[in-house]
């Protein structure tokens, strides 16, 4: 082979390697699965942080600023600003929006949570907010966490502002306050899917054995959910996953979608922020395990980070240090091996079977 000859094969090789190289996104794309991250407006003004943002994914959520802390700062004041911004980058880079949260019984601005309503005025406050909400974003955002976290570990109705403090009405009657906010949310948009979305509900326990058994009483009763949201924020390198699958199976089974919607696998780290490499193999492999678990069932149609980069991540501040590194890409933007266990599952696809 002559030099020019050869020179040309490399420079062919290292062009169709860069115009072809595959993401987590165009993978994705091909199995029609929706993989998204939590995403914060103030980092989009960082380019490093945008150009990963629209490259890797196709659905984005906002981490904080659609609850009710950011979007209603007073009582007779809603602010979308930070919720639409997001909105706007999405629509730029063809990408979905998932709605997080409607209903939760933390991140509640003080007014609310110190205003000492009565169930009524509560139960008005609520309604309006969720109609509110739904019909500004109709159209552009397409799924909602409506209830978030409304179970406790041994999964009853955890004590919360919306249940029993004082409530909207609904005070000991267990899940019936949850099916009147998805009563309220499918009434104000009917076309956007609305999911229950729950903490260390993933495998098998009480709190998994619970959201089954509600999401079955509500399939029979009509009452209008869509999907459950598997949070998954695993804090030990430990996961069940045939528990998980099965819980996936049974769950999908009644007729509704499963997401992952919170994924991170936080590692200990020093105070050098130095990592065991024994460590870093293991996350990749739950990481790559999780996205199997959701792969193996047609109705497992979202699989979702919280953030993406370790320079951006709540898990640092939340253990004080002693976790971090939860994420696919680390602070500086490279992938680690859990991107690419990702990635390999998103290329092998669903089972032919399916």
């Known amino acids: 082979m002559s030099e020019y000859l050869l020179r040309s094969v490399i420079i062919a090789g290292v062009i169709a390697s860069v115009c072809c190289a595959q993401s987590l996104r165009q993978e994705a794309d091909k199995d029609g699965i929706l993989v998204g991250t939590a995403v914060r407006p103030s980092q989009l003004s960082e380019t490093a942080y945008t150009s990963t943002l629209g490259r890797e994914f196709n659905m984005v959520e906002a981490e904080d600023a659609m609850k009710w802390r950011a979007l209603r700062p007073g009582q007779a004041t809603f602010d979308f600003r930070e ?92 899940t019936a306050y949850i099916e009147q906010a998805f009563r309220w949310a499918h009434k104000a948009d009917p076309h956007a899917l609305l999911f229950y979305n729950e903490a260390e509900g993933e495998g098998s326990n009480r709190k998994s054995d619970t959201i089954y058994a509600m999401v079955r009483d509500f399939k029979r009763r009509g ?118 266990a990702v990635l390999e599952e998103l290329s092998a696809g669903r089972p032919a079977a399916h």
Not at 103 to 122: A, C, I, M, Q, Y
Not at 249 to 278: C, F, K, M, N, Y
Request: glycine content about 10%; charged content about 20%.
């Open 83 to 174: 919720g639409d911004e997001l909105v706007r980058f999405a629509q730029a880079h063809q990408m979905k929006v998932r709605g997080h949260c409607l209903v939760w019984g933390r991140d509640n601005p003080e007014w609310l949570t110190h205003g000492h309503f009565t169930s009524r005025k509560l139960s008005r406050l609520l309604h309006e907010h969720i109609n509110r909400v739904m019909k500004h974003y109709s159209g552009q955002v397409f799924a909602w966490d409506v209830v978030n976290e409304a179970l406790d570990e041994n999964g009853n109705v955890r004590d919360s502002l919306w249940y029993n403090q004082p409530g909207i009405g609904l005070s000991g009657k267990g």
């Open 223 to 340: 009452v209008p959910i869509d999907g459950v949201g598997l949070q998954m924020h695993i804090p030990m390198l430990e996961a069940e996953f045939p528990s998980i699958a099965a819980n996936i199976a049974r769950l999908t089974a009644l007729g509704v979608q499963v997401h992952i919607t919170e994924l991170d696998v936080s590692l200990p780290v020093d105070s050098s922020g130095a990592l065991r490499p024994e460590d870093v193999t293991r996350q990749a492999d739950i990481y790559r395990g999780v996205v199997r678990a959701c792969l193996n069932s047609l109705g497992c149609t979202a699989i979702q980070t919280w953030g993406f980069t370790d320079k951006y991540s709540w898990i640092r501040s939340h253990s004080r240090g002693l976790r971090g590194k939860a994420l696919p890409f680390d602070q500086a933007y490279q992938p680690k091996p859990a991107y690419r």
